[in-house]
Nanobody, 122 residues
Framework: QVQLVESGGGLVQAGGSLRLSCAASGLTFSNYAMGWFRQAPGKEREFVAAISRLVGITPYNDSVKGRFTISRDNAKNTVYLQMNSLKPEDTAVYYC???????????????WGQGTQVTVSS
């Protein structure tokens, strides 16, 4: 059974930083592209960032480019999202996702985590 477990969310002031982690189990991690999505209250879930199976392709939502960095450690079966210069509009539940390809994980992920809350105060 595939499990994606997010951690690292919390409350931070605007301009601060957080690092989210997503630990994967039940799949061959290095065979999957990984991604992050977020859903703010009253809004649809949106794509944030993705990373290919082998590090090299990392698409981002324009709203987070230059502030967020996605990375992965295949030895630890973990994907990270480093979030800097956080803004109140980054407040959302952040979800980890996986799929066979970067294109797929950016649009129609196969697996989802349960989410972790990120709240940015002004």
């Amino acid at each position: 059974q595939v499990q994606l477990v997010e951690s690292g969310g919390g409350l931070v002031q605007a301009g601060g930083s957080l690092r989210l982690s997503c630990a994967a189990s039940g799949l061959t991690f290095s065979n999957y592209a990984m991604g992050w999505f977020r859903q703010a209250p009253g809004k649809e879930r949106e794509f944030v960032a993705a990373i290919s199976r082998l590090v090299g392709i990392t698409p981002y939502n324009d709203s987070v480019k230059g502030r967020f960095t996605i990375s992965r450690d295949n030895a630890k079966n973990t994907v990270y999202l480093q979030m800097n210069s956080l803004k109140p509009e980054d407040t959302a539940v952040y979800y980890c996702a996986s799929a066979a390809t970067t294109a797929a994980v950016s649009t129609t992920p196969r697996y989802w985590g349960q989410g972790t809350q990120v709240t940015v105060s002004s």
